[in-house]
């Protein structure tokens, strides 16, 4: 009779306790990726507080999952240079006698340039070309763009107008790490504007310009956690993802970056979630960089101080996943790590469609610098990147899952699965049903068998 006890009591009881592991649910990534793309983040630009926010939302999100930090509160702190936008930004043209003669539409007709020595201010002038100067085509961002805007701003230049045929509601990202304290006023305007412009300055007519360009050195961080593995001697697996994006425009409009790349570091956060409860040999270190629109600075900061030995460690990083738009999953890789590359292009191409890709604009390239093997995934669409229609109407939630298949087929081939339990952690509300149901069924059994007695 004991043992027949022990049997239903077990019986029951497991009835009540949860056999299913702990999977990647894509409805995570996706309700991740619709928070960090919302309004509350401001587009997450590097030294904004709605940057800030996510940093303290990833963190949140690490621990809930059980990753440790790997530096003192998840954050590893370094300092940027970013354009932010604060004020308004206006251009207005005046007759000889300081009427008002126009005033043209924010993101229709102009809109600021950061790029180059761009610097914010305002100024009222003369059209004319001791002050002000007329560009036909808006100069990529470089070294030598640097170096004639200097010129132009050493020759008595206050402010640059320049043509620009593309949609005004496009914000770049801007690169180069320089310091300084002047600038020039820098505008883009449609190219009718521009004729427009050329006319008032035949008639000797005042332009009033007014840039909100605030181009300051910021402290941001990466977040940084690490699930550690049962081997120490081996190296580790890093899996990352930007959080950073543009930011906001002067009249309010938010670059919300679902695509690019709220989408990438949810992804992240899921994976972690979905690995919480298994073991591997191998550390497997969680990084969600910064900076990222500002040149890959913090992906470039982590690789020279992260305090690891990367020596063979390898990358994966998530950036744009989840388009819309018929792409394959694509191999982002430097030229130089190509064999790396290829070897995951043949372990992933019977299983998943992707293909390779060899450009260095992602945070797989300062890693694939330094000789560490290094690649991104991602659903290269471009179409909506950087304006304000890449919100979480841009994703798709269903290609979530190939990106993670191609992460469980890499991890599973390079590492060992140490310890994966079935059971999830058991409700104690189930466990007290199941005791009081077996004590319910153990008295009726002895009920029955003491009456057949």
Same mark, same amino acid.
């Given at each position: 009779m004991k043992r027949l006890y022990a049997v239903v009591l077990i019986l029951i009881c497991l009835l009540f306790t949860s056999f299913t592991p702990i999977k990647f649910n894509k409805q995570n990534v996706y309700e991740i990726t619709k928070e960090l793309s919302s309004d509350r983040y401001r587009g997450r630009l590097a030294g904004d507080k709605g940057n800030k926010l996510a940093e303290d939302y990833i963190?949140? =999100?690490?621990?809930?999952?059980?990753?440790?930090?790997?530096?003192?509160d998840f954050r590893q702190s370094f300092e940027?240079?970013?354009?932010?936008?604060?004020?308004?930004?206006?251009?207005?043209?005046?007759?000889?006698?300081?009427k008002l003669i126009k005033e043209y539409k924010y993101g229709e007709d102009f809109k600021e340039i950061i790029s180059g020595l761009s610097q914010g201010g305002r100024i009222f002038a003369k059209l004319d070309d001791k002050t002000i100067k007329f560009?036909?085509?808006?100069?990529?961002?470089?070294?030598s763009s640097?170096?004639?805007?200097?010129?132009?701003?050493?020759?008595?230049?206050k402010a640059v107008i320049y043509s620009f045929d593309r949609m005004m509601r496009f914000r770049s990202p801007y690169k180069e790490q320089i310091d300084y304290k002047d600038g020039l006023i820098k505008i883009s305007v449609q190219t009718n504007v521009l004729k427009e412009l050329e006319e008032f300055k035949k008639q000797g007519y005042y332009v009033e310009i007014q840039s909100p360009v605030n181009?300051?050195?910021?402290?941001?961080?990466?977040?940084?956690?690490?699930?550690?593995?049962?081997?120490?001697?081996?190296?580790?697996?890093?899996?990352?993802?930007?959080?950073?994006?543009?930011?906001?425009?002067?009249?309010?409009?938010i670059y919300s970056g679902a695509l690019d790349n709220a989408?990438?570091?949810?992804?992240?956060?899921?994976?972690? @979630?979905?690995?919480?409860?298994t073991s591997y040999d191998r550390d497997i270190i969680f990084v969600a960089f910064n900076a990222e629109e500002e040149g890959l600075i913090g992906s470039s900061y982590f690789v020279k101080n992260s305090g690891l030995d990367l020596k063979d460690a390898e990358v994966i990083n998530f950036d744009m996943v989840g388009s819309k738009?018929?792409?394959?999953?694509?191999?982002?890789?430097?030229?130089? @790590?190509?064999?790396?590359?290829?070897?995951?292009?043949?372990?992933?191409?019977?299983?998943?469609?992707?293909?390779?890709?060899? =450009?260095?604009?992602?945070?797989?390239?300062?890693?694939?610098? =330094?000789?560490?093997?290094?690649?991104?995934?991602?659903?290269?669409?471009?179409?909506?990147?950087h304006t304000p229609m890449d919100t979480i109407q841009n994703i798709d939630i269903n290609r979530f899952d190939d990106v993670f298949n191609a992460l469980n087929i890499y991890l599973e081939s390079r590492t060992k699965l140490v310890y994966n339990p079935k059971i999830e952690q058991i409700s104690f509300t189930n466990i007290i049903i199941g005791y009081i149901l077996a004590l319910i069924l153990l008295q009726t059994i002895s009920f029955i068998i003491t009456k057949r007695e």
């Open positions: 963190i949140s =999100q690490f621990k809930k999952n059980g990753i440790k930090p790997l530096y003192k940027v240079y970013v354009p932010l936008i604060e004020g308004k930004c206006t251009l207005k043209i005046f007759s000889n006698e300081k560009e036909s085509k808006l100069s990529t961002e470089s070294l640097y170096e004639y805007d200097k010129k132009l701003f050493n020759d008595g230049i181009y300051k050195k910021v402290k941001v961080s990466n977040i940084v956690g690490i699930k550690e593995g049962k081997d120490k001697n081996l190296p580790p697996i890093i899996l990352s993802a930007h959080f950073d994006h543009v930011g906001f425009d002067a009249d309010g409009v989408s990438g570091v949810a992804l992240l956060i899921e994976t972690s @979630r979905a690995l919480k409860n738009q018929d792409v394959p999953l694509s191999i982002l890789s430097s030229s130089s @790590r190509s064999v790396f590359s290829r070897s995951m292009l043949e372990l992933l191409k019977n299983k998943i469609k992707c293909k390779n890709i060899y =450009q260095d604009n992602s945070d797989h390239a300062p890693f694939c610098y =330094q000789n560490i093997n290094a690649v991104t995934f991602i659903h290269d669409d471009t179409s909506k990147i």
